[in-house]
């Protein structure tokens, strides 16, 4: 349940940060970065506290940006990330993620179809399928190419749960409409 760097890409994932350099980028979101910030005061008006613990840094072996971890929180990955922009990136991800767990209490995370509502509605509102980032991935297409683009990025991080990468695909295609149509706490997808 992260942010997932394309599996077909040949690009090599960042070296990254250290430890204490990720902390400072993430206080950094915390503090400036507006769709952070955003997503912060979501969820403290739905009831879910994002305290000091709620955010960790770590150290991670799959090639991975961070995770959302009910009950623990929001990771970040420090030794795949590099600059301000991925840290708020993979923040505003996983911020999201969060959010769905707070608002849907039942959610599910073994359940591939939950998933993958989380996965699209993460892909589609924390940027990571806008069109300066596809073109960087030698994804030229206009038309339509967000909504490929969230397609793609959900079906490849709902694949590495291991309940459902052989029904990723599946997954993904039975919850895209409604959970692409389903835009909170935005009104609507952010530019």
Known sequence: MGEKEEAQSNKRWPAGTTEAECERLVERALLRD???????????????STGRNFFRIEKCSVQVGGGFRPPDG????????????????????????AYDHCRSRDLDWTNCEHHAC????????????????ELARGNW???GQHQRCVRRRAELSVAMNPHCSLTA???????????????????????
């Open 34 to 48: 507006p769709t952070v910030k955003f997503m912060v005061d979501k969820l403290e008006e739905a009831g879910c």
């Open 74 to 97: 929001v990771v970040i990955c420090h030794n795949h990330l590099s600059s301000q922009e991925e840290v708020s990136h993979a923040l505003t991800h996983e911020l999201i993620h």
């Open 118 to 133: 989380s996965e699209v509605r993460s892909a589609s509102l924390s940027g990571d399928c806008h069109y300066k980032l």
């Open 141 to 143: 297409r206009f038309k």
């Open 169 to 191: 695909k599946a997954a993904v295609d039975s919850a895209f409409e409604r959970c692409f149509a389903d835009t909170a706490p935005f009104d609507r997808i952010p530019p």
